[in-house]
């Protein structure tokens, strides 16, 4: 990791939630929002090559000032919620985690994405509008390669205070319902060849993973978990976290699911500093930022309802752990 010279990005990656000024806010990782935010809401395109890699379509573009941005379209694919994207940026940003890169709303031209997405079966999912054109999150591309975290089978052991977890939920939905219902004798879903966590590869490591968890579980992002940890990437190798691929988020349904929950009752160890900025969120305030989003309305009601369900959940647990293990034990970090 680069030697970090600057006392606002030691607060940001040690400290979260600390302070609530919007120009603080607006950083990711200590590097202000406000020129990449600007040039990915105005800059005109000069390049856009097809995205490789994932499920959904989606598109890399680099804009006229040099600026490149992953651009994820409105689409039918259940799992690529374009305004969880959008959301999910603003909620880091007023939890002051600052891990989610420079994202917004933003439409195109559907006539200057085609060529790239050639002959793509995907294109038929595309939400494209009766003018031409579609809307969709765009989020500001990190220049260096990230690092995949790889931690093994029972990392989870970093972030609880009791050691025992049969069936880990930190796994693909799919995979986590295999194990549940597993009879005896048959092989679990998690490939049990995979070798055991041993030590964190950072020392802040756990802590980040924990505020990781209860940011996916605020925002309902079922899809971090599975294969190798594919979205669980550091900037650099060893580097802080970033929080990547939030599309699978802010369900129009079921606001409070299952899985997710079985997520965060698994967490016993927080961050004092995470604990009490999702205390004092303000889901108002976060609702302003987002009707100022190019494409606003991102949420509607029954979304950010769910968002202050969820918050109010996260509180009662943490309550809940302090109770049975004590503060010290709890808030590790």
């Known amino acids: 990791m680069r030697r970090i010279t600057s006392i606002a990005l030691l607060l940001t990656l040690f400290c979260p939630g600390l302070g609530s000024s919007q120009e603080e806010a607006a950083a990711f ?20 090559t097809k995205g490789r890699g994932g499920r959904s379509l989606a598109f890399k573009i680099t804009l006229a ?8 379209p409105k689409q039918a694919f259940s799992a ?25 709303g933003r439409t195109f031209r559907w006539s200057a994405l ?10 038929s999912e595309l939400g494209i509008a009766p003018d031409g054109t579609v809307k969709g999150a ?47 004798g048959v092989r ?40 190798d940890f594919t979205n669980v990437r550091s900037r650099e190798l060893g580097g802080p976290l970033i929080y990547m691929d939030n599309g699978a988020g802010f369900w129009l349904g079921e606001q409070r699911l299952g899985l997710m929950e079985a997520r965060l009752e698994a967490l016993q160890r927080f961050r004092r500093s995470t604990v009490e900025a999702v205390r004092n969120l ?28 969820r918050r109010r959940a996260v509180l009662e647990h943490v309550n809940a752990m302090v109770t049975r293990f004590g503060e010290a034990r709890v808030f590790a970090w």
């Open 80 to 104: 690529a919620h374009w305004y969880s994207e959008v959301a999910a940026y603003y909620l880091d940003r007023e939890l002051g985690l600052h891990r989610v890169p420079p994202t917004t």
């Open 29 to 48: 990782l200590g590097e202000p929002d406000a020129a990449r935010i600007e040039a990915l809401r105005t800059a005109e395109i000069s390049e856009v």
């Open 65 to 72: 000032d040099g600026t490149r941005g992953y651009f994820k």
């Open 138 to 184: 765009f989020i500001w591309w990190i220049p260096e390669p990230l690092k995949r975290v790889r931690m093994g089978r029972k990392w989870e052991r970093w972030v609880r205070i009791q050691k025992a977890l049969p069936v880990t939920p930190y796994q693909r939905p799919v995979d986590y319902r295999a194990d549940l219902n597993r009879r005896p």
């Open 282 to 309: 303000d889901i108002e305030r976060f609702s302003a930022h987002l009707r100022a989003d190019p494409l606003a309305p991102v949420l509607n009601e029954k979304q950010l309802d769910g968002l202050a369900q």
């Open 188 to 227: 679990e879903a998690t490939d049990p060849s995979r070798p055991i966590a041993q030590a964190p590869d950072t020392e802040e490591r756990p802590a980040e993973l924990s505020d990781l968890i209860v940011f996916d579980y605020l925002t309902q992002n079922v899809d971090r978990w599975g294969g």
């Open 114 to 123: 085609k060529e790239a997405a050639g002959r793509d079966e995907r294109v």
